[in-house]
């Protein structure tokens, strides 16, 4: 199974990222997503979540009613629209296979991609 991220960059407060995750090798169409981040010396902390259908999803309060999950699964691919975005978001985000478990840690991910640096510059 193969994740690979992309869409992260160097981007003002206030702007917007769209993040793809691009899945092969595995039955991604019923298959629980999730997105984490992690920023420098903090550890990997839950972003999102989306059903293998596109609902429901989950957000962490910290990004809810600013990021966006969903997923095409025809294109095998996860998406994350992160609108408003504030230094604090400033992270390598990733994507993640669950495999069982609570949605919210990143123990119940089995595969992921190599993540991709999102930079918010105040």
């Known amino acids: 199974v193969q994740l690979v991220e992309s869409g992260g960059g160097l981007v003002q407060a206030g702007g917007s990222l769209r993040l793809s995750c691009v899945v092969s090798?595995?039955?991604?169409?019923?298959?629980?997503m999730g997105w984490f981040r992690q920023a420098p010396g903090k550890e990997r902390e839950f972003v999102s979540y989306i059903n293998w259908s596109g609902s429901p999803i989950y957000y962490a309060d910290s990004v809810k009613g600013r990021f966006t999950g969903s997923r095409d699964n025809a294109k095998n691919t996860l998406y994350l629209q992160m609108n408003s975005l504030k230094p604090e978001d400033t992270a390598v985000y990733f994507c993640a296979t669950r495999l069982r478990g609570t949605i919210y840690d990143s123990r119940s991910y089995d595969y992921w991609g190599q993540g991709t640096q999102v930079t918010v510059s105040s």
């Open positions: 090798g595995s039955r991604f169409s019923i298959t629980d």
